[in-house]
């Protein structure tokens, strides 16, 4: 079992959907999780980090962490086309060493 | 642009040879880190250099090695090059080497083929 199971099916909104991204994880060892984002033939790029429980807001996203069920989700609200991009969750025991999900492609269609 | 750099964008060589990648870290950054990108594995974390020293390794086979210099920028070594290692291998380097927010910054990658 992976430490960080991503399901990787492509995903196809029209514009001003909601987006809804999720990962699970095995490792309760984890203390930081974060979303990275990664455009067509770029590195990947932060896009929010969390390290509790709850909420955490970025204007049109929103990252949810539970641990008790070793669940996170990406919220995009509004979606638009330059949302065009893939996904990816990652999760950290704090020494910077990164453990990633496989990534969604996401399309937002105008 | 995050501002660390990769050399060269693309490279395409034959099965059992050695390439040699390069990354320049963002300006002030101590850190660097290699990953491996697939479409079977995703994004998998090779190895961390902080200031000059090893500082963690993960799924790095042996055929693999890389060090940082003492200007900061770090070289991934490929050699006995399989079929199997053709991927994209990005580069990325904080300040730090450590903590929550520490943010990695990633460079462009280098997509290596393996004929």
């Known amino acids: 079992q992976k430490e960080v199971e991503q399901d990787p099916g492509p995903l196809s909104v029209p514009e001003g959907a909601i987006v809804s991204l999720n990962c699970t994880y095995s490792?309760?060892?984890?203390?930081?999780f974060m979303w990275y984002r990664q455009y067509s033939r770029k590195g990947p790029e932060l896009l929010m980090y969390?390290?509790?429980?709850g909420n955490k807001e970025d204007g049109r996203f929103t990252a949810q962490v539970d641990k008790s069920s070793k669940y996170i989700s990406l919220f995009i609200r509004d979606s638009q086309p330059s949302d065009s991009a893939t996904y990816l969750c990652?999760?950290?025991?704090?020494?910077?060493?990164?453990?990633f999900g496989k990534g969604n492609q996401v399309v937002v269609i105008p | 642009d995050s501002g660390v750099t990769q050399t060269p964008k693309h490279l395409i060589t034959a099965t059992g040879q050695r390439v040699t990648l390069r990354c320049s870290p963002r300006?002030?950054?101590?850190?660097v880190y290699w990953y491996q990108q697939s479409l079977d594995q995703g994004l998998q974390f090779l190895i961390q250099?902080?200031?000059?020293?090893?500082?963690a390794k993960g799924n790095i086979l042996e055929r693999f090695s890389a060090q940082q210099f003492p200007d900061l920028h770090s070289e991934l070594n490929l050699s006995s090059l399989e079929l199997g290692d053709s991927a994209l291998y990005f580069c990325?380097?904080?300040?730090?080497?450590?903590?929550?927010?520490?943010?990695?910054?990633f460079g462009p990658g280098t997509r290596l083929t393996v004929l």
């Open positions: 490792n309760s060892a984890f203390q930081y």
């Open positions: 969390t390290y509790s429980s």
């Open positions: 300006s002030g950054d101590l850190s």
């Open positions: 250099y902080y200031n000059g020293e090893e500082r």
């Open positions: 990652a999760m950290s025991y704090g020494n910077n060493r990164l453990a």
């Open positions: 990325a380097s904080s300040v730090y080497g450590g903590g929550a927010t520490d943010t990695q910054y």
